[in-house]
């Protein structure tokens, strides 16, 4: 499975942004799939998790009514729409995918990466 993601850039706090993961070369409809993101000098942390059908999400509490993951399994694509960003939300946010669940993507297994894309939030 390949994911590439896009529409990161630069936005002002408490604006929005949104973010698209195209998926090719796996069946798509059975896969999780989630955002996870990594800050300078930190360790990469789980943004959000949507299920195969889109009924389930997790979300990390810091972008939790903020953030929202959706997916198009005709379009093989999830989304991350990004509202009222603050500048903490600055990270390079990666796209994942793993076979079992949106549970255990949320727990860090993932068994594939997109290539990132990067966010600044200006205050």
């Known amino acids: 499975v390949q994911l590439q993601a896009c529409g990161g850039g630069l936005v002002q706090a408490g604006g929005s942004l949104r973010l698209s993961c195209a998926a090719s070369?796996?069946?798509?409809?059975?896969?999780?799939m989630g955002w996870f993101r990594q800050a300078p000098g930190k360790e990469r942390e789980f943004v959000a998790a949507?299920?195969?059908?889109?009924?389930?999400?997790y979300y990390a509490d810091s972008v939790k009514g903020r953030f929202t993951i959706s997916r198009d399994n005709a379009k093989n694509t999830v989304t991350l729409q990004m509202n009222s960003p603050k500048p903490e939300d600055t990270a390079i946010y990666y796209c994942?995918?793993?076979?079992?669940?949106?549970?255990?993507?949320?727990?860090?297994?993932?068994?594939?990466w997109g290539q990132g894309t990067q966010v600044t939030v200006s205050s």
């Open positions: 994942a995918a793993d076979p079992s669940s949106a549970m255990s993507l949320r727990s860090g297994f993932v068994s594939y």
């Open positions: 070369g796996g069946t798509f409809s059975t896969y999780a």
């Open positions: 949507v299920n195969w059908y889109g009924a389930t999400t």
